[in-house]
């Protein structure tokens, strides 16, 4: 199986380009499994700065077509050009997959280095495609060891250690504009109930802050206030809230945006305004900053202003990242070579199972017999020994495939690379999250095709 992301992120590209691809895209992965594409599973990570979708197909030759499809998917759901979409994303491959999702995961690749929100992201991604159904068992072992790197990064280095993030970034850029380190006094709005509305009402908290109105498009509100604290908004308190509002923080992303027009309007007798907007997709109406006494930080302004980590600290995170990327590809090497082991092994224990029968016609089940089978036996695993060893170490040199004609030359065996778990029911559509787990719960272990060959 090979291992395919395409990624488009604020590393590579700017922001609206990202957020035009980001928008009505996170159903990709299940669209692209539901067609005939060779793709057997993805997981999508979507977050304020980057989409990303990992997927697993059965060979290097199906790359092109899988690629293909997701880039399809992708504009049809964005209504973007295919030419738009192929630009904007690049593709990466096998340990490449491996190494930056790692440093993803670990925070080295975000606006803010070392940020920890993206770890939770990363974790959020894979409950998502499990649950969804569309996450296949290399993706799944793939996003958990992302996980594990990032906690040993945030353990053994102190890289993120002052607890900087996308949101504590802004928020201390705010205090700067504002000339006023109190928010015990200050008048907030929050747009958005999702992960970073929560992220932000925490920070917020321990900032101090005790006047915190929330306002949910959806109507969210209330069920976010109640467990976070603060006040719900609705359309028909909104105005009021803003109208006395000293910070506003978008963190929705919906198709509701706040104009320029509607701040205007309002009677703010020229109090100063800071506006906030985490939102990818823009919350706010970039011509926001340009209005009189109004101050506009985006994503682009965080990423602008992020402080540099120290340069020793990125360095051993950066290490731990490559070692466990190496790691994780060796194990996933030697996975390659699971297939030739069983089909050796069946073929010997065949053999050897017809001449036990012999023995036991001749000799009957007598001590001799079974003396003479413990010594075939035994002698097996002893011959079997140095050849699994051998299979091993040459897949984790990426050399599985000599292993595997060398068995077709010696004994006529053709081994057949595994096949991935499907995540399509006999209708061609994807299964549940349930089902899927099921399903690979109750199925009983299945071994490679062996056959004999010449």
């Known amino acids: 199986m090979v291992l395919l992301s395409l990624v488009a992120s604020h590393s590579d590209i700017d922001l609206e380009t990202v957020a035009k691809i980001s928008a009505d895209a996170s159903q990709v992965a299940s669209v692209v499994l539901a067609s005939a594409s060779p793709v057997a599973g993805a997981i999508t990570l979507a977050t304020c700065n980057r989409y990303e979708i990992y997927c697993e197909v059965p060979q290097s030759e199906d790359v092109p077509a899988a690629r293909s499809e997701v880039i399809t998917q992708i504009a049809a759901s964005t209504g973007l050009s295919e030419e738009t979409i192929s630009t904007a994303l690049i593709s990466k491959t096998e340990t490449d997959v491996i190494e930056h999702l790692f440093s993803v995961g670990a925070g080295l690749d975000s606006a803010v280095i070392g940020e920890r929100e993206i770890a939770g992201q990363v974790r959020r991604a894979l409950n998502e495609a499990q649950a969804s159904g569309t996450a296949t068992g290399s993706l799944v072992r ?11 990064v945030g353990s053994r280095t102190t890289l993120g250690s002052r607890g900087l993030s996308v949101v504590s970034v802004a928020l201390e850029l705010a205090t700067d504009l504002s000339n006023d380190a109190d928010w015990s006094t200050k008048d907030i709005v929050i747009f958005g109930t999702g992960a970073y509305a929560g992220a932000t009402m925490a920070l917020l908290r321990e900032r101090g802050a005790h006047n915190v109105s929330v306002y949910s498009a959806s109507g969210r509100a209330d069920a976010f206030v109640a467990s976070r604290g603060g006040t719900a908004l609705d359309e028909s308190t909104l105005e009021a809230a803003l109208s006395h509002a000293d910070i506003i923080i978008g963190c929705s992303g919906s198709d509701h945006r706040l104009m320029s027009s509607d701040i205007t309007s309002l009677d703010r007798a020229e109090r100063p305004l800071v506006a906030i907007d985490l939102a990818l997709t823009h919350d706010f109406d970039p011509e926001l900053g340009a209005l009189a006494g109004v101050d506009l930080i985006t994503l682009e302004s965080v990423r602008m202003a992020a402080p540099e980590e120290q340069a020793q600290s990125l360095r051993e995170a950066r290490s731990i990242v490559l070692d466990a990327a190496e790691t994780f590809a060796t194990e996933q090497r030697e996975r390659a070579a699971d297939a030739a082991i069983v089909a050796l092994r069946r073929h010997t224990q065949q053999v050897l199972e017809s001449e036990v029968e012999k023995v036991r016609a001749q000799h009957g089940c007598t001590a001799a017999a079974e003396e003479v089978e ?15 060893v051998r299979a091993r170490e040459l897949a984790a040199q990426g050399r599985a495939g000599e292993y595997i004609e060398a068995l077709e030359t010696l004994y006529g065996l053709a081994v057949d690379a595994p096949v991935a778990p499907s995540m399509k029911n006999a209708a061609g559509c994807p299964v549940t999250g349930t089902q899927s787990a099921a399903a690979h719960h109750d199925a009983p272990m299945q071994s490679p095709a062996l056959r004999q060959v010449g």
């Open 374 to 388: 413990f010594a075939m036996r035994r002698m097996m695993r002893q011959l079997l020994h140095v050849p699994t």
């Open 142 to 152: 793939l996003f958990q060891a992302a996980s594990r790197t990032a906690k040993d």
